[in-house]
């Protein structure tokens, strides 16, 4: 059973990058049948995609967010990361990490609370 | 379209049978799964169903899955005090790769 888990800064400072990083146990980051990828959901709101990566590299990313995010992966660590740039108040959200497939059911973490505030 | 369609909100009385839909349109519902999440407050999201009608183990039958052409919709039967909560649908988009979810609905058991 594939285990996901989220960590990095509760709290981030306005303008600045929110760096989150997803360990993954139990299931390969190198895998071809699934993407890996982030959602949030800030605090009352739904839930958003933020982007997903292939094993391959490859990055495909919310048109809305596609302009201050990066997602990269670390294959030999068996993790992957988020970068969000030049985040607001409106970046307060709860971040997942998750083993993403257009086959099957979505793997979660747990969820981290990411903080925007001075 | 960046969010599939449900109603913000849906409401029943202990022992009632509640529906709530998902529309989304072809490169979505239409070509992919659909999955729904129960949410109780404070608490990640719980996979309710997925592929379309299948219950993980421990959901009770009380909850049912269905799906036709763009739409999609989850059947609560038998209503209970503890069902209130956020449900979400969610479905693979082809073009982004990457899932896209319902704005929520939130059940009220009256």
């Known amino acids: 059973q594939v285990q996901l888990q989220e960590s990095g800064p509760g709290l981030v400072k306005p303008s600045e990058t929110l760096s989150l990083t997803c360990s993954v146990s139990g299931g390969s980051i190198g895998s071809r049948s699934y993407f890996w990828g982030w959602i949030r959901q800030p605090p009352g709101r739904g839930l958003e995609w933020i982007g997903s990566i292939y094993y391959s590299g490859s990055t495909y990313y919310n048109p809305s967010l596609k302009s201050r995010v990066t997602i990269s992966v670390d294959t030999p660590k068996n993790q992957f990361s988020l970068q969000l740039s030049s985040v607001t108040a409106s970046d307060t959200a709860v971040y997942y990490c998750a083993r993403l497939t257009g086959l099957d059911s979505y793997s979660w973490g747990q969820g981290t609370l990411v903080t925007v505030s001075p | ?110």
């Open chain 2, 1 to 110: 379209q960046s969010v599939l369609t449900q109603p913000p909100s849906a409401s029943g009385t202990p022992g009632q049978r509640v529906t709530i839909s998902c529309s989304g349109s072809s490169s979505d519902i239409g070509s992919n799964y659909v999955h729904w999440y129960q949410q109780l407050p404070g608490t990640a999201p719980k996979l309710l169903i997925y592929s379309n009608h299948q219950r993980p183990s421990g959901v009770p039958d009380r909850f049912s899955g269905s799906k036709s052409g763009a739409s999609a919709s989850l059947a609560i039967s038998g209503l209970q005090s503890e069902d209130e909560a956020d449900y979400y649908c969610a479905a693979w988009h082809d073009s982004l790769n990457g899932p896209l979810f319902g704005g929520g609905t939130k059940l009220t058991v009256l």
